[in-house]
């Protein structure tokens, strides 16, 4: 069983990499020394580890092979290669929703690609990524359907043994907590500690304004997030 989540895992890098090396054939080494950082780093490799993680790998490696394969369309304009990458789209849906951020690279994909194309050419292809969305929209509902809504829980005491943001009456107040536990998830990208597998009672506090971390935390993201406007 973990056997085959390595296998995904492997699959996964893979197109990762031919992804990458499409776009930018000038950075293999540099392509290369990122993803292997990637399959060391600790978060990541608690989803191979994790059997229950499969949903995760299986959508995330659907929507790389999607991203690949819409690479290759926008070189090659073979209309069955954009059908395929729909297809495996909707596919990883099946396994976990999160394969749908994958189409918000596409139109990233094509910009990079066609910089200097015509207004005429902007407008085809922005009827067009309307029709994918539209598709993939589509699927989603057709999916909740077959599937049904997920069952909700009794009390908010019980939602808050899996999340403790249940107990917050709403985002202004569960704002300092989702802050720190994103400080969190930073700390275990980099640092190879136990890591907390999910956010519920007894494992993470509810944290107020007045609390060190929250700020400690907020400066963190400002900067993050400067630096990576700034260098965009």
Same mark, same amino acid.
């Given at each position: 069983?973990?056997?085959?989540?390595? %296998?995904?895992?492997?699959?996964?890098? %893979?197109?990762?990499?031919?992804?990458?090396?499409?776009?930018?054939?000038?950075?293999?080494?540099?392509?290369?020394?990122? %993803?292997?950082?990637?399959?060391?780093?600790? @978060?990541?490799?608690?989803?191979?580890? /994790?059997?229950?993680?499969?949903? *995760?790998?299986?959508?995330?490696? #659907?929507?790389?092979?999607?991203?690949?394969? &819409?690479?290759?369309? *926008?070189?090659?304009?073979?209309?069955?290669?954009?059908?395929?990458?729909? $297809?495996?789209?909707?596919?990883?849906? $099946?396994?976990?929703?999160?394969?749908?951020?994958?189409?918000?690279?596409?139109?990233?994909?094509?910009?990079?690609?066609?910089?200097?194309?015509?207004?005429?050419?902007?407008?085809?292809?922005?009827?067009?990524?309307?029709? #994918?969305?539209?598709? @993939?929209?589509?699927?989603?509902?057709?999916?909740?359907? #077959?599937?049904?809504?997920?069952?909700?829980?009794?009390?908010?005491?019980?939602?808050?043994?899996?999340?403790?943001?249940?107990?917050?009456?709403?985002?202004? *107040?569960? %704002?300092?907590?989702?802050?720190?536990?994103?400080? $969190?998830? #930073?700390?275990?990208?980099?640092?190879?500690?136990? $890591?907390?597998? &999910?956010?519920? /009672?007894?494992?993470?506090?509810?944290?107020?304004? /007045? /609390?060190?971390?929250?700020?400690?935390?907020? @400066?963190?993201?400002?900067?993050?997030?400067?630096?990576?406007?700034?260098?965009?």
């Amino acid at each position: 069983m973990h056997a085959h989540n390595v %296998l995904w895992m492997i699959a996964f890098v %893979l197109l990762a990499f031919l992804s990458f090396r499409k776009l930018f054939p000038q950075h293999q080494k540099l392509i290369s020394a990122a %993803l292997a950082l990637y399959i060391v780093m600790p @978060v990541h490799a608690e989803v191979v580890a /994790n059997i229950r993680s499969r949903d *995760e790998l299986i959508s995330a490696t #659907l929507g790389m092979a999607s991203l690949y394969l &819409y690479i290759r369309f *926008e070189e090659r304009k073979k209309w069955y290669q954009l059908l395929v990458a729909l $297809l495996l789209i909707m596919t990883g849906m $099946l396994s976990k929703l999160d394969a749908i951020t994958y189409v918000g690279m596409w139109p990233v994909v094509w910009y990079y690609k066609n910089e200097k194309l015509k207004p005429a050419a902007i407008y085809k292809a922005l009827a067009r990524f309307t029709v #994918l969305f539209f598709i @993939v929209a589509l699927s989603t509902k057709i999916q909740k359907i #077959l599937v049904g809504k997920p069952v909700e829980k009794e009390t908010a005491d019980v939602g808050a043994i899996g999340n403790v943001l249940h107990l917050t009456s709403g985002y202004i *107040e569960a %704002l300092p907590t989702k802050l720190y536990l994103l400080l $969190l998830y #930073l700390r275990n990208m980099i640092w190879p500690t136990e $890591l907390v597998y &999910y956010s519920g /009672n007894n494992q993470i506090p509810i944290l107020s304004y /007045n /609390n060190g971390w929250f700020y400690i935390a907020l @400066v963190v993201w400002i900067i993050a997030i400067a630096f990576t406007l700034r260098e965009g």
